[in-house]
């Protein structure tokens, strides 16, 4: 959950949502997003809304313990409940992230999640997600969630060196990830997903190519690839304006993405969406292709963000906030926004031509048009897609993907 809100119009109290954002709902998946805000340490490069337990002691108010998170969130999913009335859609998926979701016990994340189906029941095929770090869980912890209904973990490894660990201030062994995938598996998880970064300062080909070689080697079904942003305000950003560290170029990202794309090809992932590849259908994160497809979820815990019916709207940030509006009874929404129709239009080329499906020309206007057969003939979008009434991405337009959408959104 990114740390700065945006700005929109004030949220009702009770969280109440105009009357046309559930049509149609019924033809809409139904997700939850559960934040979890707690980290053992901040990493230098991260601007997620995330607080250490120094960062929270002595803020005042109720969360600065990890505790009561889970019945607090807990008021939040009946909440939603309440807001969303008889809608009688079961959720299809829920994802735990943070933070570092592992940081409470896995009794606590059973029951975050066991407060959703309470409230509004379980798809017979939800994905339930968690995301953890690969030093804070252990077999014993790994078979608590898997029995308490999680089907699905993904673990930060970022990378396999440990210098390039170290500049990302990540705190975990070199290995420990891929032992991890071993006891998701041994404990009965059929989908496991590893998380790496590209482009750290100091970071070499041969670095970045022993981390895709461990990250494959280690089996897991789903691999994500981002490349570093380096936000301002984060620690890694000051280091980078003093001169501790290079600042990674653009020319570089796009080599290791090719990289990660022979690699991982090669190894029998296929690419679904830029940043993400699968060895199966099956093993698609779900709960992402929600986001991607502009799908209904809701957004529980401190600055988590939610869209339903073209309804969005994101949380007070500090967990504190947080507690004290439901425990008035108040919902703990912070602002919202209503999307116009020209702004649904604009998200969904936005991100479905992140997929590998792509998205229907019949969204482009005129000069998006232009701008899509411009794009074929310069080898950014599949020819037989866009014949097939698609504009899809060639491997050389995910390089340029921003460059091509907003050509396309005109």
């Known amino acids: 959950m990114p740390s700065v809100l945006p700005d929109g119009e004030p949220m009702p109290e009770d969280g109440a949502l105009p009357p046309d954002a559930l049509r149609g709902a019924g033809e809409r998946p139904l997700g939850f997003y559960l934040h979890v805000p707690y980290c053992a340490t901040r990493c230098g490069y991260c601007d997620f809304n995330t607080y250490t337990a120094t960062e929270l002691r002595g803020s005042g108010g109720a969360l600065a313990s990890r505790d009561n998170y889970a019945a607090t969130l807990e008021e939040e999913v009946r909440l939603a409940r309440k807001v969303l009335g008889d809608d009688p859609r079961p959720v299809r998926t829920v994802f735990v992230g943070g933070g570092t979701p592992t940081l409470l016990p896995a009794a606590d994340l059973v029951r ?14 939800c994905e339930v997600t968690t ?16 029995e308490g209904g999680f089907n699905r973990v993904s673990f930060g490894m970022q990378s396999a060196r440990p210098h390039v660990l170290k500049i990302l201030d990540r705190t975990h062994t070199p290995g420990r990830p891929e032992a991890c995938v071993a006891e998701a598996r041994a404990a009965g998880f059929d989908h496991v997903n590893l998380d790496l970064i590209y482009g750290t300062p100091g970071e070499s080909d041969a670095d970045w190519q022993a981390s895709l070689d461990a990250a494959i080697g280690a ?6 690839a981002y490349a570093l942003i380096v936000e301002e305000g984060t620690q890694l950003a000051r280091r980078i304006r003093r001169g501790e560290v290079p600042m990674t170029d653009d020319d570089v990202h796009a080599d290791r993405y090719l990289m990660t794309e022979t690699a991982l090809s090669g190894a029998g992932y296929s690419w679904y969406e830029v940043s993400n590849w699968a060895t199966s259908d099956a093993g698609r994160c779900l709960h992402n292709e929600l986001y991607w497809r502009g ?9 988590a963000h939610s869209h339903v019916g073209g309804v969005r709207w994101w949380n007070v940030k500090h967990p504190g906030a947080y507690a004290q509006a439901l425990g008035d009874g108040r919902s703990p929404g912070a602002g919202r926004e209503v999307l116009s129709s020209e702004d649904r239009r604009v998200e969904r080329i936005l991100l479905e031509l992140r997929l590998v499906e792509g998205c229907e020309l019949s969204l482009l206007k005129p000069a998006g048009l232009v701008a899509a057969e411009q794009a074929v003939r310069g080898g950014l979008l599949e020819a037989g897609a866009y014949a097939q009434g698609r504009a899809v991405l ?8 921003d460059a091509v959408v907003r050509d396309l959104v005109d």
């Not at 975050?112 to 095929?125: I, Q």
């Not at 869980?137 to 608590?144: G, T, W």
């Not at 089996?219 to 994500?224: C, K, N």
């Open 112 to 125: 975050m999640l066991g407060a959703v189906r309470e409230e509004f029941g379980l798809a017979d095929d």
């Open 131 to 146: 995301e953890a770090n690969p030093e804070s869980v252990d077999p014993a912890y790994l078979s608590e969630l898997r």
């Open 295 to 303: 799908a209904d979820w809701w957004g529980a815990g401190p600055g």
């Open 219 to 224: 089996g897991p079904d789903h691999v994500s």
């Open 394 to 401: 060639t491997l050389r337009g995910r390089l340029l993907a």
